[in-house]
């Protein structure tokens, strides 16, 4: 459908993918009416440094803005923020409210993330357990990160890993508990788990594998205790849950759209209803370089979609799609990802993680689907383009360090 | 405060004051200056705000670090005055500087 007509777009989110869309939109010559409807107080910006250089005080919350307020209005764009959208009306093209009123629109970018799936155990509501989602929640968290204070983290995936190491770094004692028999079980090989299983073990936290919480306890309504499944007491000042996010795809369903974990987008980040897009934690797109659709949780999702449902709506050329990609940052390494390891039958070793400076590499049928790289900026470069070219390499080349990845790369097919 | 001019790969000069402390990278961003993406933020994750510094400043913006190095490598079209521009932090040393960007950062 073409919407090069459109006169009013309205975003609902204010988060990386809604202000990546606000900049494209402008970018590429949208001249309408443009709103972006958020329920945090805050304009848009940056999650990344919440679990890291932002929490640990290094960054200045003036910093974490992708665009100073002015900007907004020197691109006449109306902010409404504190407000949640209520309903889609998709007949009228209208989005309903919290607090009354509507909002017509002639396209809709759905931009509306996710949230922290909520601990399902009891006391889960006392004081002193928290998410870390948003920078409110930073605010509530800083001022009880105290030297030598007791901190427990449930959930040993990057979020909580990438908390407990700013914690330890500001001397609290730390223990991170973990259903799975590994930490970043849901996300990396067992290679890469071990190596940051001995890094935080070597920085002083706990971590505890197959650890299942089965409660927290409190006095006066704090958080004193948690107690795992198998009996075990652990005291504890603070508990911060890291247990992964639920989309927020409500809306989307509540009009009928369809959703499977995420929702259901396009190429172009299109739902099926012709003027609505989806972008960001909340949409399931086609993995083009994977051959199926899902949901991915990242800054580079987030941006690449709301470049496409920009793109779309102003009748660009599709703008190109890049290979997934993440990091993550704990004590003074520097993980860099790139691709999706999900299907891997086979690793290849780059490098020594003794030296903390090594590369795991995922391998499907002798083509390259993913790699974890730690320190090795050369790895995941290199890597990032050979996973969209379909590259097949040899385990021996890859793991041969005497070839530089430049070398690497241009020999590879 | 140091002034900091943006010269696009087609020749177009925009300048801007930059606040000291914050990098090259972020004054582009909050100044919509065209030809830099810094995808990641500023955590030298991502190098796509890569730029050309002006060989009269060479020497007051140093030399990269060995993480910016390795990913400087990979960059398109690099040169011997190639920075990340997220690593480069404003002071008033810096006023006057002169960045290029690239036509594209992929």
């Known amino acids: 459908m073409d919407l090069s007509n459109a006169e009013r777009v309205v975003i609902i989110g204010g988060g990386q993918a809604a202000a990546q869309a606000c900049a494209s939109l402008r970018q590429f010559g949208y001249s309408g009416r443009l709103t972006l409807i958020g329920d945090e107080p805050a304009l848009p910006y940056q999650r990344p440094p919440l679990s890291k250089a932002y929490m640990k005080g290094e960054l200045a919350e003036e910093r974490l803005y992708f665009k100073p307020a002015a900007w907004y209005d020197d691109q006449n764009i109306d902010t409404v923020l504190s407000v949640r959208a209520t309903a889609i009306d998709r007949s009228a093209q209208t989005v309903a409210l919290e607090h009354g009123g509507s909002v017509p629109y002639d396209a809709l970018i759905l931009a509306t993330g996710s949230r922290p799936r909520p601990l399902p155990v009891d006391g889960a509501d006392l004081d002193g357990v928290f998410d870390l989602r948003g920078l409110a929640d930073v605010e509530r968290i800083r001022p009880r990160m105290v030297a030598g204070r007791k901190l427990v983290i449930v959930g040993a995936g990057y979020i909580g890993l990438e908390a407990a190491a700013v914690a330890r770094q500001l001397g609290l004692d730390v223990t991170v508990l973990e259903m799975e028999d590994r930490v970043l079980a849901r996300v990396t090989s067992p290679i890469m788990s071990q190596f940051f299983d001995d890094e935080h073990t070597r920085q002083g936290a706990d971590i505890r594998t197959g650890a299942r919480l089965a409660a927290l306890k409190g006095e006066n309504g704090q958080v004193t205790q948690a107690v795992l499944a198998d009996g075990t007491e652990l005291s504890a000042d603070m508990v911060l849950v890291g247990i992964g996010i639920l989309p927020n795809i409500e809306l989307a369903e509540a009009a009928g759209l369809a959703c499977s974990n995420g929702i259901l987008t396009d190429q172009d980040a299109r739902t099926h209803d012709k003027s609505i897009f989806a972008a960001g934690d909340c949409a399931a797109r086609p993995l083009v370089h994977y051959g199926r659709t899902g949901r991915l949780e990242s800054v580079h999702n987030a941006i690449e979609q709301g470049k496409l449902a920009a793109a779309a709506i102003t009748g660009k050329p599709r703008p190109s799609v890049d290979c997934p990609w993440f990091w993550s940052d704990q004590y003074d390494l520097k993980l860099q990802i790139a691709g999706l390891s999900q299907g891997y039958d086979e690793t290849v070793l780059r490098g020594d993680p003794k030296a903390r400076k090594f590369a795991v590499f995922y391998l499907n049928n002798g083509k390259l689907i993913a790699v974890d790289a730690v320190n090795s900026p050369p790895e995941f470069l290199a890597s990032k383009k050979l996973i969209i070219t379909g590259a097949r390499l040899a385990p021996e080349t890859l793991s041969d360090t005497s070839q530089s990845m430049k070398e690497i790369a241009a020999a590879a097919v | ?106």
């Not at chain 2, 040169?79 to 932090?89: E, V």
């Open chain 2, 1 to 106: 405060m140091a002034k900091i001019i943006y010269v696009d790969h087609e020749g177009t000069e925009r300048v801007v004051e930059a606040t000291n402390g914050e990098s090259v990278m972020e004054t582009a961003i909050k100044n919509s200056i065209p030809g830099i993406d810094a995808d990641c933020g500023g955590a030298c994750a991502c190098a796509t705000c890569h730029v050309y510094v002006d060989e009269a400043f060479m020497e007051t913006v140093g030399t990269p670090e060995d993480m910016e190095q390795s990913m400087l490598d990979f960059a398109e079209n690099v040169q011997a005055n190639s920075r990340l521009s997220c690593q480069i932090s404003v002071n008033d040393e810096l006023d006057g500087l002169k960045v290029i960007t690239p036509e594209s950062q992929h």
